[in-house]
């Protein structure tokens, strides 16, 4: 029996559709890299349908770090929203590096072209997108939205200094994990970094970020903050990109007390200083009336003279006073025994021994000479 042209086209299309659909499981899929790294992650088998389980080994990773491994359609362009987050894995890697773990295969929440998405959780960014078609979930083309960031965490670091106690300007870095939730890259991107205080208005600065930022990627901005001199007090730091806040951080900024200390040393040297020198003209210019006075005396003073009209005065010298002199003895008169009785000297006897020390009782013998013997005789008649 003969086979006609017509059903012998047939069959050659069929064999050429079954070829074409065999082709992705048949030919081993080259694993993928990440950018500028030389982490790969392989998926074996290289496709397969929900309800099957695919081994996923990854190389090249950095050593002993957390590594989560999800199912993601759309090319995971919009992050893990795009992802299976309920079946992914999350793991550690050896020391050499390397990891190898089992990942159940389901429906993504969004539909393919679907990939194995292997990245970091701490220490470097590191991301691998692995194609992996899922059998029986239809592929829709990727439609192109322009890179989107999202904060992830936000901080602000830094301390003063010696400088900063005294008033000068404080610095700060504001640090922000930052995602790019779109499908295009972002490259160079430019911050506007906004400080507001208090009621005043909100001092903008720009910032631009050398790099790339992946889609489905994150990456950590560090901005530099410059404050005014003589900043203190709470702040409120804000981000943006785009138009868009990004994030609102606060910070307090501490006092410069060497400012007020040297405004109070000022308020109190600078009178003192004036009144010393003050002190220091007037004393140079008031006219001296003696311009050399004897080193004895004490300055020349002014006084009105006894009777004088009012502004006649005189010049005197204060003379230093006059040492105190002892008081001199003053010689009693002599008094007769008989007009003063009792008051007198009492004379001795001539056996009564030498002659008495006291110079009065001298002085009366001498004058009445033998008033003894007549007294002696007087008394014993």
């Not at 397969?48 to 770090?65: C, E, K, R, S």
């Not at 056996?351 to 033998?370: E, F, K, M, S, W």
Request: aromatic fraction near 6%.
């Amino acid at each position: 029996m003969t086979v006609g042209p017509l059903p012998r086209l047939a069959a050659l299309l069929a064999g050429a559709l079954l070829l074409a659909l065999a082709l992705p499981v048949l030919l081993p899929q080259a694993p993928a890299r990440a950018a500028g790294t030389g982490a790969t992650a392989k998926a074996t088998p290289g496709t397969a349908a929900p309800g099957a389980t695919a081994t996923i080994l990854g190389t090249g990773w950095p050593v002993n770090t957390p590594v989560t491994v999800l199912l993601c359609g759309q090319n995971a362009v919009n992050g893990t929203d795009s992802c299976a987050n309920a079946t992914g894995r999350a793991l550690t890697t050896s020391a050499g590096g390397g990891f190898a773990v089992q990942l159940a295969v389901v429906k993504p929440p969004q539909p393919c072209p679907c990939v194995i998405h292997a990245t970091t959780v701490t220490g470097a960014n590191v991301t691998v997108d692995t194609p992996f078609p899922v059998i029986g979930v239809a592929s829709v083309p990727i439609k192109q939205t322009p890179g989107t960031m999202l904060p992830l965490t936000a901080s602000i670091s830094g301390g003063g200094s010696l400088m900063t106690w005294f008033g000068a300007p404080p610095h700060r870095t504001f640090k922000a994990m930052i995602a790019n939730v779109g499908n295009s890259a972002i490259t160079d991107p430019v911050f506007r970094m906004g400080t507001s205080h208090s009621v005043y208005s909100t001092d903008w600065q720009e910032y631009q970020w050398s790099g790339v930022i992946a889609p489905g990627g994150r990456q950590e901005i560090d901005v530099p903050l410059d404050f005014a001199a003589g900043a203190h007090g709470g702040y409120s730091v804000e981000l943006d990109y785009g138009g868009t806040e990004l994030t609102v951080q606060q910070v307090r900024l501490p006092q410069p007390w060497g400012v007020t200390l040297f405004w109070l040393l000022l308020c109190v040297v600078v009178p003192v200083g004036l009144f010393r020198t003050g002190l220091a003209v007037v004393d140079r210019v008031r006219p001296d009336p003696d311009p050399a006075p004897a080193p004895f005396l004490g300055r020349a003073r002014r006084r009105a003279a006894p009777g004088a009209a009012p502004g006649r005065e005189y010049d005197t010298l204060a003379l230093p006073p006059m040492p105190a002199h002892p008081p001199r003895a003053v010689p009693l008169a002599p008094t007769l025994p008989w007009f003063a009785p009792g008051s007198g000297p009492v004379l001795p006897k001539a056996d009564d021994g030498p002659a008495p020390a006291d110079p009065l009782v001298r002085t009366a013998q001498a004058r009445t000479p033998g008033s003894s013997t007549l007294l002696d005789k007087g008394i014993d008649a």
